[in-house]
């Protein structure tokens, strides 16, 4: 198998777009598929999804298309999702505690085993199945929990704290929900999702 | 002033972060800015920031700089983010709870004013300033209500339900955090926020 490293970016997130739509394809009882179809229901040119394929080997057979349930597991391993995640939550307030009750995340191989909060009336508090701890404690309790990624759900003001908190506990890599851009070192990955600048790309282009 | 619609999505987008980082710029009191420290902020080239704003006319002062509030006001009307947004929101469960409770959104100029589900142990319950209303009323109450957004966050076996019941009521665009892909007309807007996706995005090129 070839090194991630030598795939292209966009390759890699159209690849986790496939893998999601394969398994709407399978719970629909899908057991096979064509690129035509992927595509048709992705709005990609089938070209596309081949080439980025075979960055990774042969799939399918020629002219009988795909095995659903093994191209899954296949996209699974390369993704790195075969396995469960550890992951750290900061910040326990609304959006933090839906994503502690949220057994979905669980389902796609993300476990959340530690979750901090800096507000004494948060700590101690249990959220579906972890006690909140106090953020104060976050470097050495992730080095105990071998946890490489995490969780920014705290207000914008203490985001880049946090970051940096996280940084020096090692995590290689965090989804961050503040509503703001951090300062970090080039080889820590950090996804954002903004919901303010989402709902900014409905209305730019609204007639108002 | 242009219209919208010449001006290259990649740059909309860009506007929305350079507004973001605005925005934390005037809260940290720096009254004005220069497109380079800008750009250094975000990781940018200072040039791709003039080309950016020179869509919309002149906006700083050669070797001066910008002034940052009066920036933040062109962007804002520039974005269709000076003035508030009203929204439905579908789905009250962990994430649409959360929504509902974050007084962030609305300091943004997005306003949830309708909330609904199909659960009948959560209709009728007062969740923030709203009380969750029937589903199958959604096309009758945004029409009155005259909403043109809305934000999904049912269950993924819903999703596409409830955007083609969306689409009749005349809903513009919408957020959808159902992790699946939505077959809708090309005319209407959709962002997704795919929080398992986004922590895909984390693990592909982590050493395992």
Known sequence: MVKHMDVPEETMQRMLAYLRELDCLWNEGKEKFSSQSLAKALHMNPAQIRKDFSYFGEFGTRGVGYATKQ??????????????WRLALIGVGNIGSALLRNPELKRQGFEIVLAFDKDPRRIGNKIGPLTVEDVVNVKRRIREEKVQLAIIATPVECAQETADKLIQADIKGFLCFAPCHLSIPDEIRIVPIDIPMALGKLVYHMEV
């Open 71 to 84: 191209l899954i597991q296949e996209l699974r391993a390369i993704l790195n999702l075969d396995r469960t």
